[in-house]
């Protein structure tokens, strides 16, 4: 796995001990890596009823299923921003679809939609990951750049949604509703897409009292705190690890 930040200039411009190196021990045992936040997203959610899914819709989507019984189930559902970004500079020269009015202007093309859906990742059980260009090939070959700049959008939109519903045939049971993190709720259209498709309740983690704009590095600073009392970060159910996996290395304070 290849991580980027330098932990020894963060010691030093901070003055204060850092947390790193959070995925390699989960890949050196046979681990995915990813996703790495399920605990964090279970410690925050201590108090809601579930069953529950959070969702989180960066570059890739993931989802952190939690059992009524606490246990937890993890997986990438698929892509997410990272196309919908890319396909906005390569059309129209925008940084990203803001605001969803793209996709919103667009209606998906249900043969693209219809090939993309053939992936084999999306047949695959999980724990399993993405990188966020694992799905740029698949755009192509499935004629995606044949489409207009709106209708292209509009599909990768709706792929999105429905890569999240194809997730949920794995939980044990349906989740009571899905909160929704990352800059992906900040889409109308991939919020739409989401509750079409999805049978129970789409929001934003704002519902629950979360931000859901610090919400990962918050999860990644709860990580740091196990790392820091040796507790484990990852587990079978979230990135495929044969035991529960402890992790991460702290570089103390440089002043």
């Known amino acids: 796995t290849w991580q980027v930040g330098d932990p020894g200039l963060l010691a030093r411009m901070t003055g204060i001990s850092v947390a790193y190196d959070f ?8 681990g995915q890596g990813a996703p790495l936040v399920p605990i964090a997203h279970a410690a925050l959610a201590a108090n809601l009823p579930k069953p529950l899914a ?7 989507g993931n989802v952190t299923y939690i059992g009524a019984d606490g246990a937890l189930l993890a997986l990438d559902t698929g892509p997410a921003n990272g196309p919908l970004d890319d396909w906005a500079r390569k059309s129209l020269n925008m940084g990203y679809d803001k605001d969803g009015h793209l996709a919103s202007a667009g209606t998906a093309d249900g043969a693209v939609l ?26 192509r070959d499935a004629g ?8 292209g959008a509009a599909t990768l939109v709706a792929f999105a949604a429905v890569c999240c519903a194809i997730a949920a045939r794995h939980f044990p049971e349906p989740p009571l509703q899905w909160l929704v993190t990352g800059g992906g709720r900040r889409n109308p259209a991939i919020m739409k897409a989401l509750s079409a498709v999805l049978a129970e309740p789409v929001r934003g983690v704002e519902v629950a009292g979360w931000n859901g704009d610090a919400l990962e590095a918050q999860c990644f600073a709860v990580l740091a705190a196990r790392v820091t009392r040796g507790l484990p970060l990852s587990y079978p159910s979230t990135t495929g690890v044969p035991a529960p996996m402890r992790g991460g290395r702290v570089l103390g304070a440089l002043l």
């Open 54 to 60: 959070v969702l989180n819709l960066g570059g890739v």
């Open 23 to 30: 995925r390699s021990a989960d890949v050196a045992a046979g």
């Open 144 to 151: 995606a750049d044949q489409l207009s700049p709106q209708d």
């Open 114 to 139: 219809s090939r993309l859906m053939q992936h084999p990742y999306l047949a695959a059980p999980p724990p399993k990951s993405l990188d966020r260009l694992d799905f740029s090939t698949a755009f």
